[in-house]
């Protein structure tokens, strides 16, 4: 059985409530991107190909292709 994140949410909060939830999450994954910011760049930069130079984009969204 998967938990799905909204079981985890209570379903009525007030609005303060929901501001400082929200906040206090934002602020934790800022401080995890910045705490491993490094770790998640060598991740990225060995495990994604590489995207294709800015002009090749550039042309082939003119040209009307899509990605």
Same mark, same amino acid.
């Given at each position: #059985?998967?938990? %799905?994140?909204?079981?985890? /949410?209570?379903? +009525?909060? %007030?609005?303060?409530?929901?501001?400082?939830?929200v !906040? $206090? $999450? #934002?602020?934790?994954?800022?401080?995890?991107?910045s705490?491993? *910011?490094?770790?998640? +760049?060598?991740?990225?930069?060995? !495990? #994604?190909?590489?995207?294709?130079?800015?002009?090749i984009?550039? +042309? !082939? +969204? /003119? @040209?009307? @292709? %899509? *990605?």
């Amino acid at each position: #059985m998967r938990t %799905s994140i909204y079981d985890l /949410l209570p379903e +009525k909060i %007030s609005d303060e409530s929901a501001y400082h939830l929200v !906040n $206090f $999450f #934002m602020d934790l994954a800022l401080e995890l991107e910045s705490c491993y *910011f490094a770790q998640m +760049k060598r991740y990225i930069d060995n !495990n #994604m190909p590489p995207e294709p130079p800015d002009i090749i984009q550039t +042309k !082939n +969204k /003119l @040209d009307g @292709d %899509s *990605f």
